[in-house]
């Protein structure tokens, strides 16, 4: 527990100094989502040509104490720290506790059945090579690109070798959490309360009665930044809307499912204030552009396992076997559990009109 909470200690502190460089007059917690989003596509460039292993991390470090440098960040006395604590021991207290409990279910051991299945391999093959064209023929789930596996590439190094799972959706919950906190204790707009008090312990309950923490899921990461952009959103503050456009960009490329969200965010962003198009159209060609090309490296298909757009490369996944995978992800997602498979044999063939009046049974 001591270990995760020091690397979520000085992850904090270098994501959020790399904000810094790209965005003024933010929270705390704006500028550690920035440098997030910009270590993500950081790390998507960089896994084009070289394998995302310890090296990208010590420049990860190395940009961060160029920001500290250029920003002329200041380190607070001790005087003051102390002052900063009593003033608000409440908040501290409460933090403290949520971080405690975090780390403790971050540290239990993996139990998500997709990371032992194929998230591991995803990250390790991040790990020790650039992007693999047609790494997806070995195994179709990892064609499956994500800029978390990338970031958890990264973190696999020096003493949380082949421990980054306790790290990778941590850190992320623990800032999300502790910024919760932070609105509920100090004067926000009441919306902004409300938006907090009803969905921070949903992701509280999530944390405690899953395994998902200790975990690769692009799914829980998902759930985290969707709140995180949320918060923004709601905001309504011209630096808080660019805050969530880019955001709900980076979400695309940790699960593409999240395009239809992202595509709401940008479009009422863009009518709040129209004049930041720009600086969301610089973003999604940063974030994305590599993004698709990861995923013609890895299957050949730039919307993988979208079966539509198909490169002409060598190492492209066959037609055939994207629309199966294609298929069955989206049975899995109308009737999850055990009996997915039963249905997408009784949709096929001549069993269909007996599949759709098992279905019809089931509803009653």
């Not at 540290?107 to 591991?120: A, I």
């Not at 609105?183 to 944390?207: C, E, G, V, Y």
């Not at 995180?228 to 809307?241: G, L, P, Q, R, Y």
Request: a positive charge; glycine letters at 4%; proline letters at 3%.
């Amino acid at each position: 527990m001591l270990t995760i909470i020091f690397c979520w200690i000085v992850l904090f502190i270098s994501i959020s100094l790399i904000g810094r460089l790209f965005i003024k007059k933010a929270e705390w917690y704006e500028n550690f989502w920035i440098g997030l989003a910009v270590v993500f596509g950081f790390l998507q460039v960089w896994s084009l040509f070289l394998p995302v292993n310890s090296y990208a991390l010590i420049t990860v470090f190395v940009v961060a104490l160029f920001g500290l440098f250029v920003k002329k960040v200041k380190l607070p006395k001790i005087k003051t720290i102390k002052e900063w604590i009593f003033n608000n021991k409440t908040f501290v207290l409460v933090a403290l506790l949520a971080l405690v409990i975090i780390s403790y279910y971050a540290s239990q051991s993996v139990g998500w059945d997709d990371t032992l299945l194929y998230h591991f391999n995803a990250v390790k093959w991040g790990k020790l090579y650039s992007v693999v064209p047609g790494l997806a023929n070995l195994h179709t789930r990892l064609g499956f690109n994500s800029s978390l596996f990338i970031f958890a590439s990264m973190l696999d190094s020096w003493f949380m070798v082949d421990r980054s799972s306790h790290i990778t959706l941590s850190i992320i919950s623990a800032v999300l959490s502790v910024e919760y906190i932070w609105i509920l204790l100090k004067p926000h707009d009441r919306s902004l309360k409300l938006f907090s008090l009803f969905t921070a312990p949903l992701m509280f309950l999530s944390i405690a009665k899953n395994e998902i923490i200790a975990s690769f899921s692009p799914d829980f990461a998902l759930t985290v930044l969707v709140l995180a952009t949320a918060i923004e959103f709601i905001k309504k503050e011209k630096v808080s809307i660019v805050i969530a456009g880019i955001l709900s960009i980076l979400l695309v490329t940790v699960k593409f499912s999240a395009v239809m969200f992202s595509v709401f965010i940008l479009l009422f962003s863009i009518y709040r204030y129209k004049d930041i198009w720009v600086r969301l159209l610089i973003s999604g060609i940063l974030l994305i552009i590599p993004f698709l090309i990861r995923n013609v490296y890895l299957t050949g298909w730039p919307l993988y396992p979208l079966p539509y757009f198909r490169f002409n490369v060598d190492w492209a996944v066959p037609e055939k076997q994207v629309k199966s995978l294609y298929t069955v992800i989206q049975t899995w997602a109308k009737f999850p559990g055990e009996g997915w498979m039963n249905i997408l044999v009784l949709l096929s063939g001549s069993g269909f009109l007996y599949g759709i009046r098992e279905i019809i049974k089931g509803l009653k």
